[in-house]
Nanobody, 123 residues
């Protein structure tokens, strides 16, 4: 089982980035895929989540209208499009998978994690 994130980087406030999470080694249709982030000195928080089987979709309030999640079933890829980025969005972003039907933001509920990708927003 493997989750690999890519697409992080440095951007100025108001800029955009697209993160990719490529999953392999498990049937993604039976899992939820979540995006989390962790800033220095802060706890890991759930940013977005999708249930590929049920269509359940979740966004953290502070990213609603700016972040958009999409999935490519055939390629086992989940994308997180991030627009109008703010300095508070600076963090290491992780994708994670849990064998559940509905989204959850509880870190402990996730079975598999990627290695993380850094997003830095600064002027």
């Amino acid at each position: 089982v493997q989750l690999v994130e890519s697409g992080g980087g440095f951007v100025q406030p108001g800029g955009s980035l697209r993160l990719s999470c490529t999953a392999s080694g498990f049937p993604v249709d039976d899992y939820i895929i979540g995006w989390f982030r962790q800033a220095p000195g802060k706890e890991r928080e759930g940013v977005s989540c999708v249930s590929l089987r049920d269509g359940d979709l979740y966004y953290l309030d502070s990213v609603k209208g700016r972040f958009f999640l999409s999935a490519s079933y055939a390629r086992n890829i989940v994308l997180l499009q991030m627009k109008d980025l703010k300095p508070d969005d600076t963090a290491v972003y992780y994708c994670a998978a849990a064998r559940r039907t509905f989204c959850t933001q509880e870190v402990a509920n996730y079975d598999y994690w990627g290695q993380g990708t850094q997003v830095a927003v600064s002027s």
